[in-house]
């Protein structure tokens, strides 16, 4: 029989960074007025009774955040899945707070939920992806804020429990159907669908070249362009107002020419950071940009997967994922395409696959996933 798998809480990896921290400020902070305090009392002939009651007063003050980060991190959430009991145990720190067992579930669902998290800059959206029964949507089996890590999860509890599994655009699958590739599954929809044909105003184009198919970009936006350009500019001043004003080395506290060295330094530093951005926009519009399906793999800008050990297509968070449960082909869609034809790209890119390994599997008809 299988041993435990635990799955934490979304928060526990940042709980751990903020214990590890903490700790390690406490720590660097005692020893370093431990060593001034000894310095200090060494040259004393008699201790005075109110400096004994200090001492302590003064360490605990510093082992404070270590305390307070330690009991925060004892209280954050875990499941354990107990195949050979056939349960399902949450804890809370080290306090069971409930349990369930394999029978209770029918079937398992991926979903996700939002948060927003407020600080003195502004705010930001959380995005938590979870497994959850159907039937009981509050009772949440795992999270994560990482999509294909909660896709694992998902996998685990379903191979586990011997569950359907349903994703997030409503598509079931029985728990020994998990691990078929994505060309050798059912695709109703692949009699009707023909070469891709994108638009003529976009900047996607389709081809065939030496038995490959190809989906080639030539994305390269002007908003793009403008936002590098001021980056970099507002970089190269905030540079020099503020670090080059402190270290009095910027262009505006020159007073010789030509400068000292380690003023061109300094200069040829900022200037860097400043080209950096508008060279990066560049580079990223008038490189080669090329999805290419070979006829045994995806392959982009030097990295590939097998069509073997891919399951799913998605679109999520402007990149296409090639996903399988041992690795991942993952495509920033930033200088690849607008967001308007994404569509258009999942679909291509079912082709792509699904046209390459015609009769290898289930490759009458084909649908994506989402």
Same mark, same amino acid.
């Given at each position: 029989?299988?041993?435990?798998?635990?799955?934490?809480?979304?928060?526990?990896?940042?709980?751990?960074?903020?214990?590890?921290?903490?700790?390690?400020?406490?720590?660097?902070?005692?020893?370093?007025?431990?060593?001034?305090?000894?310095?200090?009392?060494?040259?004393?002939?008699?201790?005075?009774?109110?400096?004994?009651?200090?001492?302590?007063?003064?360490?605990?003050?510093?082992?404070?955040?270590?305390?307070?980060?330690?009991?925060?991190?004892?209280?954050?959430?875990?499941?354990?899945?107990?195949?050979?009991?056939?349960?399902?145990?949450?804890?809370?720190?080290?306090?069971?707070?409930?349990?369930?067992?394999?029978?209770?579930?029918?079937?398992?669902?991926?979903?996700?939920?939002?948060?927003?998290?407020?600080?003195?800059?502004?705010?930001?959206?959380?995005?938590?992806?979870?497994?959850?029964? *159907?039937?009981?949507? +509050? @009772?949440?089996?795992?999270?994560? %804020?990482?999509?294909?890590? &909660?896709?694992?999860? /998902?996998? #685990?509890?379903?191979?586990?429990?011997?569950?359907?599994?349903?994703?997030?655009?409503?598509?079931?699958?029985?728990?020994?159907?998990?691990?078929?590739?994505?060309?050798?599954?059912?695709?109703?929809?692949?009699?009707?669908?023909?070469?891709?044909?994108?638009?003529?105003?976009?900047?996607?184009?389709?081809?065939?070249?030496?038995?490959?198919?190809?989906?080639?970009?030539?994305?390269?936006?002007?908003?793009?362009?403008?936002?590098?350009?001021?980056?970099?500019?507002?970089?190269?001043?905030?540079?020099?107002?503020?670090?080059?004003?402190?270290?009095?080395?910027?262009?505006?506290?020159?007073?010789?020419?030509? *400068?000292?060295?380690? +003023? @061109?330094?300094?200069?040829?530093? %900022?200037?860097?950071?400043? &080209?950096?951005?508008? /060279?990066? #926009?560049?580079?990223?519009?008038?490189?080669?940009?090329?999805?290419?399906f070979t006829s045994d793999e995806v392959r982009y800008s030097g990295k590939s997967i097998l069509y073997s050990e891919i399951e799913s297509i998605d679109i999520?968070?402007?990149?296409?994922?090639?996903?399988?449960?041992?690795?991942?082909?993952?495509?920033?869609?930033?200088?690849?395409?607008?967001?308007?034809?994404?569509?258009?790209?999942?679909?291509?890119?079912?082709?792509?696959?699904?046209?390459?390994?015609?009769?290898?599997g289930n490759g009458q008809s084909f649908t994506t996933e989402f």
């Open positions: 029989m299988k041993d435990t798998i635990t799955f934490f809480d979304h928060k526990h990896s940042q709980s751990k960074i903020a214990k590890s921290f903490a700790v390690v400020f406490s720590i660097v902070a005692a020893a370093g007025i431990g060593f001034f305090i000894s310095s200090f009392f060494s040259d004393l002939e008699e201790l005075d009774s109110g400096l004994i009651i200090f001492i302590p007063v003064f360490f605990a003050f510093f082992l404070l955040p270590a305390l307070i980060a330690w009991m925060i991190a004892g209280r954050s959430k875990k499941t354990i899945l107990d195949p050979s009991q056939k349960k399902i145990t949450f804890y809370e720190g080290k306090k069971e707070i409930g349990s369930i067992s394999f029978s209770e579930i029918s079937g398992l669902e991926q979903s996700r939920y939002t948060y927003t998290v407020k600080s003195k800059n502004g705010s930001r959206t959380v995005t938590v992806y979870t497994v959850v029964s *159907p039937h009981n949507k +509050e @009772i949440v089996l795992a999270e994560s %804020t990482d999509r294909l890590k &909660i896709r694992n999860y /998902a996998e #685990v509890f379903a191979k586990t429990m011997r569950l359907s599994l349903t994703d997030e655009k409503g598509e079931k699958r029985e728990s020994h159907e998990l691990d078929v590739p994505f060309h050798k599954r059912n695709h109703p929809n692949y009699d009707s669908f023909s070469i891709p044909n994108f638009p003529a105003s976009e900047s996607l184009h389709w081809r065939q070249e030496n038995g490959n198919n190809i989906i080639s970009s030539t994305y390269n936006p002007g908003f793009l362009k403008i936002l590098g350009i001021v980056f970099g500019v507002m970089l190269f001043f905030i540079a020099n107002l503020s670090l080059g004003s402190m270290l009095e080395l910027s262009v505006f506290y020159w007073e010789d020419f030509p *400068p000292s060295i380690t +003023e @061109i330094i300094f200069l040829a530093v %900022t200037v860097f950071a400043g &080209i950096f951005p508008i /060279a990066y #926009v560049y580079y990223q519009g008038v490189r080669k940009k090329e999805i290419v999520e968070n402007h990149r296409l994922y090639f996903v399988g449960d041992r690795s991942h082909l993952e495509i920033s869609l930033f200088f690849f395409c607008d967001q308007s034809v994404y569509s258009l790209l999942l679909n291509a890119s079912a082709h792509g696959i699904l046209s390459q390994t015609l009769g290898q």
